[in-house]
């Protein structure tokens, strides 16, 4: 069945350093794939999504490459700031229903 | 554009008793889904409604029940509350044909004590 599979948290970072969460996907056909974001209290706000092989989604300075040789959608930016502390969850989507989610990663940055 | 709202956000009950749970979902969308965000379980997909039919339900007891009204928003009903009932429950909303790129809501915690 499809899964998705996200590093362990938290990644705490200084202000400023670069950011990799890495995020793999086990899927039948050709899903899409999506990072959501979840800042403390609030619910999910979608921050990029993709929707085919080599495909790159951004937003916010965020970045991730739909791989489909690595099945990977690894989430990155280049210098993250404090106000970007919070759950990041990637997540896979087919043209059935549901969208299927990685456990999510916590980001911590530090001023 | 309003985005999907939840109501109401934070549900205090009691274990047996029953809550109700409401979404609306952003104007021209049709299909709801629910989300139940336990701690340490990650996001677990509930419900699927479309154009007021149940389409798709996950692995939830059928305690777990709603319904979708002409206008589009929904309900998500939780019966014979128990403790581990206790999450953040999302809805998502999508438009018409199109099922992956959901907007999510708030939230409504509820807590069972």
């Known amino acids: 069945g499809n899964s998705v599979t996200q590093m362990e948290g938290p990644v705490t970072l200084s202000e400023e350093a670069f950011l990799t969460i890495n995020c793999t996907y086990t899927a039948t056909g050709y899903p899409s794939l999506f990072w959501y974001v979840q800042y403390p209290g609030e619910g999910l706000q979608l921050l990029l999504k993709a929707t085919k092989a080599d495909d790159k989604g951004s937003n916010k300075g965020f970045e991730a490459t739909y791989r489909k040789e690595t099945t990977s959608f690894h989430l990155e930016k280049g210098s993250v700031q404090v106000s970007d502390s919070a759950v990041y969850f990637c997540?896979?989507?087919?043209?059935?229903?549901?969208?299927?989610f990685g456990t999510g990663t916590r980001l911590q940055v530090f001023p | 554009e309003a985005g999907v709202t939840q109501s109401p956000t934070h549900l205090i009950k009691t274990r047996g008793q029953q809550a109700t749970l409401r979404c609306s979902p952003i104007?021209?969308?049709?299909?709801v889904y629910w989300y139940q965000q336990a701690l340490g379980l990650g996001l677990q997909f509930l419900l699927w409604y479309d154009e007021g039919e149940e389409r798709n339900r996950g692995n939830f007891p059928p305690r777990f029940s709603g319904r979708q009204f002409p206008n589009y928003s929904s309900e998500l009903n939780v019966n014979a509350l128990e403790l581990e009932d206790s999450a953040l429950y999302l809805c998502?909303?999508?438009?018409?044909?199109?099922?992956?790129?959901?907007?999510f809501g708030p939230g409504t915690r509820l807590t069972v004590l």
């Open positions: 104007s021209g969308h049709t299909s």
């Open positions: 998502a909303s999508t438009p018409p044909g199109i099922t992956d790129t959901q907007y």
């Open positions: 997540a896979l989507g087919t043209y059935t229903d549901k969208l299927i």
